[in-house]
């Protein structure tokens, strides 16, 4: 059995060892992550390991790391006066800001930047990247892996954790709810690369298991019924937000809703009765969508994380990511983190933060349905003045998944309804992967015409990152047509 370690490049295991090192040696560590499930476990996985280290830390998430969140973090540090500071699903774009701003701190003798975004230097060798000595920023796309599908945020965090101890080997769950958050597996395909190569280990040592089952959110938490009425992954026509229709569904295939007194969940029924469900799933899904791509995708690698309680959210890689997505786009990540350190009061508000973001993403995408999207050259927009800057990102998503919107163009979502009191908008892009393929990149096109609009006004009026399927941005409310009629012209420039 080949070692762990050997599928990592040796480039890369390099800059883990000089970072287990200042891990080690460290006193007080400040540890900054985002919002999102990647973000989160990441952020869960970094406090983990520092507490088993006995290091005194503190920790915060952060919705963006910019050119205002910056001096959040600037305050942290003159607050808490750490002499290490760990950035975990960002930082990549954001280094010269780190550079600029953290160097200057005294107390500050190392940093550690653990991200997968795109960063503009990612053909860069490794040793051209350690500018400072101070900075130790490991990214996977510096190592000629990708950071969209080959390991995500978390899995990053796991490989410092892993380092430093390989009794972190149980962190394998958290990395991989961090890169099922981040929809690394194809949008439900299979992992590739690193992160298969972390499943693996987490199969070995008995804290994961791979099941091939329906891929819906709530298979084992939800009565049958409320499990197709609450579904959105793929939308079901006349079906999803239907409670009648989804009681008829089942009577209709004469499928027992409950035992005894109990309701039944997905898990509860026999392979004969599921695959009686998932053919007229699909039915439903091709009269729908007409494309098999879609009904095909409702069966796939379902992850169980094993020792982890049955029948509940926390057992299932997608599940428990989308319960701490709930929680950073509810605007309290912080649950999200006590939830993955084992705080069961925060489970508990967890869980009424996922009943309102599974609600807020319905009513998004009936809006959406009801509402339709703009059509530019080369791009859609959606522009909802409803749906909050947290979940823009995914509900775009969801409605490419679930061809409300069709897949031949990139999406853009533009939220007004953002986090902070600011004058900036927020950006969402997404595409499919055939895009890509034909050579759109959202992340380097936001960043083009952001830097574009910066130089002509003199100042920062836009930031962008990201990837090239999944990418945002935070543009100034004056420019905000400009930026659309840029990103519409040469999105257009490469399609056509």
């Keep these: 059995m080949s070692d762990f370690r050997d599928h990592i490049p040796s480039d890369m295991r390099d800059f883990l060892e000089i970072a287990s090192d200042a891990v080690t040696r460290s006193k007080k560590v400040l540890a900054i992550s985002h919002i999102d499930a990647d973000g989160i476990s990441s952020l869960a996985i970094v406090v983990n390991m ?27 540090v003159t607050d808490f006066n750490p002499d290490l500071v760990i950035f975990s699903d960002l930082g990549t774009g954001q280094m010269h800001l780190i550079q600029e701003h953290l160097a200057t701190e005294s107390s500050v003798e190392r940093t550690i930047v653990l991200d997968h975004h795109l960063s503009g230097d990612e053909h860069a060798s490794p040793a051209e990247l350690l500018e400072s000595d101070s900075i130790i920023e490991i990214n996977p796309w510096h190592h000629r892996l990708s950071g969209s599908y080959g390991l995500s945020g978390a899995g990053t965090a796991f490989l410092l954790a892993y380092e430093v101890s390989e009794d ?27 992160n298969k190569e972390i499943i693996s280990l987490g199969i070995e040592y008995g804290y994961l298991r791979i099941d091939r089952d329906l891929t819906f959110f709530g298979i084992n938490t939800r009565p049958l019924p409320y499990l197709l009425q609450y579904a959105t992954d793929p939308y079901l026509p006349g079906i999803t937000g239907n409670e009648d229709a989804c009681f008829e569904f089942f009577n209709r295939l004469g499928i027992e809703l409950k035992q005894g007194d109990t309701w039944r969940l997905w898990v509860d029924l026999s392979q004969d009765e599921k695959q009686k469900v998932i053919q007229n799933l699909i039915r439903i899904i091709l009269d729908a969508y007409d494309d098999p791509l879609i009904a095909t995708g409702i069966i796939g690698d379902v992850i169980i994380l094993v020792k982890r309680p049955p029948r509940t959210v926390l057992r299932s890689a997608k599940e428990f990511s989308t319960l701490l997505n709930a929680c950073g786009r509810n605007r309290k990540p912080e649950i999200g983190v006590m939830i993955c350190l084992g705080d069961e009061d925060a489970y508990r508000t967890g869980q ?16 959406l349905e009801n509402n339709s999207y703009q059509e530019y050259p080369g791009m859609y927009v959606v522009d909802d003045p409803e749906t909050p800057d947290t979940i823009i990102g995914i509900v775009i998503g969801m409605a490419l998944g679930s061809r409300i919107i069709p897949i031949i163009k990139p999406v853009i979502g533009v ?7 600011s004058d900036t908008i927020k950006i969402s892009g997404r595409c499919h992967k055939s895009l890509v393929d034909k050579g759109v990149n959202l992340r380097d096109i936001f960043v083009e015409v952001s830097e574009m609009l910066n130089r002509k006004y003199g100042g920062l009026i836009a930031e962008a990152g990201g990837h090239p399927m999944a990418a945002g941005a935070f543009v100034k409310e004056k420019q905000l047509d400009e930026f659309l009629n840029e990103t519409s012209s040469q999105l257009d420039s490469i399609l056509n």
């Design 168 to 194: 972190n080997v149980d962190l394998t769950e958290l990395a991989v709810v961090g890169a099922t958050g981040d929809l690394q597996d194809y949008y439900g395909k299979g992992f590739n690369s690193i």
């Design 352 to 367: 009424t933060l996922l009943q309102q973001h599974r609600t807020n993403l319905a009513m998004a995408l009936r809006r």
């Design 50 to 76: 520092l507490e088993r280290l006995n290091k005194n830390n503190t920790w915060r998430n952060i919705h963006q790391l910019n050119s205002e969140t910056i001096f959040e973090v600037k305050q942290l």
């Design 415 to 421: 939220a007004r309804n953002t986090t902070d009191e």
